[in-house]
């Protein structure tokens, strides 16, 4: 077994339980909460491997579908008998996040294709399984919302981390713990120190000020 097949079992785990915990408040039942687990896991790494015209990686090892529904399973029956608190929703979506984007570059980046492409597909691996979860939920997608915290950034960060190392290095084991490790603390730091990109707005957005405030202010 290769790191990056476990870091590939790790991640689709990591976001089963994170579409698992989605779920909650939303009366959904035990298989709406599979649907979720599924989709949140499997949904960045299929379009990926669509993209790349790759047999689609939990088709290919039906095994990753084992694991999505042992982790989904797992994470309902223990939340039915105990309160998941928000920080844990948040701690697996990062942990998944992480693994999701570096296995992603890695990936396409072993098929041959360039650096840019692969950090493009990292990061789409990374958070499309996300959208897809927060879509079937009726909630704004995350990586739309304002106070997203370095989301795709994060992603951005580590896959590019990966990619350097790869260059510097050559494949290396630690190139996959080293960026996907950058990737959790860069998103864990920003959600305690609230870090995020400059919001976008156009100048009409910008109330205007007169002489007269602008002399008060």
């Known amino acids: 077994m290769t790191l990056r097949y476990l870091l590939e079992h790790l991640s689709v785990a990591f976001?089963?339980?994170a579409g698992v915990l989605a779920g909650r408040g939303k009366r959904v039942d035990l298989f709406g909460i599979l649907v979720l687990g599924m989709v949140t896991a499997t949904g960045g790494g299929t379009l990926r491997d669509l993209i790349l015209d790759v047999p689609v990686f939990w088709v290919?090892?039906?095994?990753?579908?084992?694991?999505?529904?042992?982790?989904?399973?797992?994470?309902?029956?223990t939340a039915r008998y105990r309160r998941a608190p928000l920080k844990?929703?948040?701690?697996?979506?990062?942990v998944s996040l992480a693994f999701v984007a570096i296995v992603g570059t890695s990936k396409t980046h072993s098929l041959g294709h360039a650096a840019v492409i692969s950090i493009v597909l990292g990061v789409t691996t990374g958070v499309a399984g996300g959208i897809l979860r927060d879509v079937l939920c009726r909630e704004i997608p995350s990586i739309f919302r304002t106070e997203i915290y370095w989301y795709a950034t994060a992603a951005f960060?580590?896959?590019?981390?990966?990619?350097?190392?790869?260059?510097?290095?050559g494949p290396q084991p630690a190139n996959l713990l080293v960026s996907s490790a950058l990737i959790l603390i860069l998103r864990l730091a920003a959600l305690r120190y609230r870090w995020k990109l400059p919001e976008f707005r156009i100048?009409?957005?910008t109330p205007e000020i007169t002489g007269d405030d602008s002399m008060m202010r």
Not at 62 to 77: K, Y
Not at 88 to 94: C, M, P, R, S, Y
């Open 203 to 205: 100048h009409e957005d």
């Open 157 to 169: 960060c580590g896959a590019c981390c990966y990619l350097l190392m790869n260059a510097a290095f």
């Open 15 to 17: 976001g089963a339980m």
């Open 60 to 77: 290919q090892d039906p095994n990753f579908v084992l694991t999505v529904m042992a982790a989904s399973c797992l994470m309902f029956i």
């Open 88 to 94: 844990l929703l948040l701690f697996a979506d990062a």
